[in-house]
T-cell receptor, first 116, second 113 residues
Framework: GAGVSQSPSNKVTEKGKDVELRCDPISGHTALYWYRQSLGQGLEFLIYFQGNSAPDKSGLPSDRFSAERTGGSVSTLTIQRTQQEDSAVYLC??????????????FGSGTQLSVL | DQQVKQNSPSLSVQEGRISILNCDYTNSMFDYFLWYKKYPAEGPTFLISISSIKDKNEDGRFTVFLNKSAKHLSLHIVPSQPGDSAVYFCAAKEGGYGNKLVFGAGTILRVKS
């Protein structure tokens, strides 16, 4: 596709349930990021994938959060046993990462997660 | 501990006037700064950036100023247009590998016609 695609666009779940959020980056982009934006807050870094390197998981808030990236393309962010404080917009971004460390990130439209 | 702060949650400006959005940071290791713009129900899009070796970068109606000693940067939009109404995020990055950006909370800009 032309841009970063995320699904679903909206997800309502009950506390305690698991959710999976999907990100399809721009074709050919080797770097993929997950951020989240809670109400009234800035974008909070969660995790970063670069090629075949081990992901940078330093932003994951708890062990209930995990992410994988299959085949260097699509990524899934999984939240287990969701809590109300997990409610946020989850944003995925990708970049070509052709060697410059100052490349722009291209964001998807996000998944609005609401935990009741 | 917020490393990037945008202390004004919102700003309202008349069309044709200058919009000035401010951003402060605390991490002296940041060496690259960016502004992103976000419309409702869309992801943020890159607007303009500046390296720490510069104090000004201009792109059309948008200019970013960096004051390293004050750990402060600002985005100027001249002249402001109604289509500029959006949320503006300031972001910063430490030197090194990867593009892990630290974002501020954003400022809602409303340009009145």
């Amino acid at each position: 596709g032309a841009g970063v695609s995320q699904s679903p666009s909206n997800k309502v779940t009950e506390k305690g349930k698991d959710v999976e959020l999907r990100c399809d980056p721009i074709s050919g982009h080797t770097a993929l990021y997950w951020y989240r934006q809670s109400l009234g807050q800035g974008l909070e870094f969660l995790i970063y994938f670069q090629g075949n390197s081990a992901p940078d998981k330093s932003g994951l808030p708890s062990d209930r959060f995990s992410a994988e990236r299959t085949g260097g393309s699509v990524s899934t962010l999984t939240i287990q046993r969701t809590q109300q404080e997990d409610s946020a917009v989850y944003l995925c971004a990708s970049s070509p990462n052709t060697g410059g460390v100052r490349e722009k990130l291209f964001f998807g439209s996000g998944t609005q997660l609401s935990v009741l | 501990d917020q490393q990037v702060k945008q202390n004004s949650p919102s700003l309202s400006v008349q069309e044709g006037r200058i919009s000035i959005l401010n951003c402060d940071y605390t991490n002296s290791m940041f060496d690259y700064f960016l502004w992103y713009k976000k419309y409702p129900a869309e992801g943020p899009t890159f607007l303009i950036s500046i390296s720490s070796i510069k104090d000004k970068n201009e792109d059309g109606r948008f200019t970013v100023f960096l004051n390293k000693s004050a750990k402060h940067l600002s985005l100027h939009i001249v002249p402001s247009q109604p289509g500029d109404s959006a949320v503006y995020f300031c972001a910063a990055k430490e030197g090194g590998y990867g593009n892990k950006l630290v974002f501020g909370a954003g400022t809602i800009l409303r340009v009145k016609s």
